[in-house]
């Protein structure tokens, strides 16, 4: 009697065991559309300068004479009078990674970005300069997507910058290099 008692409880609780419903698998199943995730919102960008947030926000223009690339721009204006303005110019129009050049006019419109950065005073007293170092690993710029219907371009960047010769002033600090780490942009194309 005692082995029959035995088996019966033994049944009864393996068949009354349950899986608990409120817990949930920790991997979901459903594939995500990552074609749709932007890295950064419309109409805004993202830069480090040196590991610091600088906080600037890109503008995206087409080129009219070259319609197949487009550049990105911004200014910072100081309460000194100093203008700094950074360039990336003749990025392709076209999906994929690009690995800058250094900026000269000999190589403007061959489709191959360039990126720049210069000190001006009082809109027209140059101060100095950076070039990409072409030298280091890792300069890049990508476009990720290019909508010449929507005119948007989205992307990432990095890249090092160093001094070939500008002037060197006295009256104003500025580096010899500057690192754009993390850079993001997500722009309408301006005209």
């Known amino acids: 009697m005692s082995r029959f008692l035995f088996s019966s409880l033994l049944l009864f609780l393996l068949f009354s065991c349950k899986k608990d419903p409120t817990i949930v698998d920790p991997i979901d199943p459903t594939p995500k559309d990552t074609s749709t995730q ?105 476009v990720i997507r290019y909508d010449s219907i929507q005119k948007t371009v989205e992307g990432r960047f990095e890249v090092y910058l160093i001094n070939y010769g500008s002037p060197n002033n006295t009256i104003f600090d500025l580096p010899d290099s500057l690192r754009f780490t993390e850079g993001k942009f997500h722009l309408k194309l301006e005209n």
């Open 38 to 142: 932007h890295v950064i919102a419309l109409g805004k960008s993202f830069v480090k300068k040196n590991d610091q947030a600088w906080n600037v926000l890109l503008r995206a223009n087409l080129y009219s004479y070259q319609p197949q690339s487009f550049g990105l721009k911004a200014n910072v204006y100081y309460a000194n009078g100093v203008r700094e303005s950074v360039y990336f110019s003749d990025i392709p129009c076209v999906a994929g990674s690009y690995t800058f050049e250094k900026d000269q006019n000999s190589n403007w419109a061959n489709s191959i970005p360039q990126a720049s950065l210069e000190w001006v005073l009082d809109g027209d007293q140059s101060l100095g300069g950076l070039n990409v170092d072409t030298s280091r690993a890792g300069n890049f710029i990508e």
